[in-house]
């Protein structure tokens, strides 16, 4: 089992900035993917950013050219940089962990994050 703790959240005002980081423990397999999700109020949860091992990143549209994924794979970290925020970027935002064993994919997902874009 991994585990994975999100700090960071808060309330800015739009054009502000946040930064998210996640803590992974427990068991992390080789070739895990980190990366960020959102869900905002009535809406389905959706993908922020992810990124390999390698560095390797995918963003979601919405978020592209504004936010920023990183990994420090010593330290078992993923951050999030929130740049230019909107209020449409206000969500609880889920830390998550994916990876293939034996042909399974096990995903794993923290407790969420709140971020407030509002002036």
């Known amino acids: 089992q991994m585990q994975l703790v999100e700090s960071g959240g808060g309330l800015v005002q739009p054009g502000g900035s946040l930064r998210l980081s996640c803590a992974a423990s427990?068991?992390?397999?080789?070739?895990?993917?980190l990366g960020w999700y959102r869900q905002a109020s009535g809406k389905e949860r959706e993908l922020v950013a992810d990124?390999?091992?390698?560095?390797?990143?995918n963003y979601g549209d919405s978020v592209k050219g504004r936010f920023t994924i990183s990994r420090e794979n010593a330290e078992n970290m993923v951050f999030l940089q929130m740049n230019s925020l909107k209020p449409e970027d206000t969500a609880v935002y889920y830390c998550?962990?994916?990876?293939?064993?034996?042909?399974?994919?096990?995903?794993?997902w923290g407790q969420g994050t709140q971020v407030t874009v509002s002036s």
């Open positions: 998550h962990g994916s990876v293939q064993i034996m042909g399974t994919e096990l995903q794993y």
């Open positions: 427990g068991s992390i397999f080789s070739g895990t993917v």
């Open positions: 990124i390999t091992e390698g560095g390797y990143t």
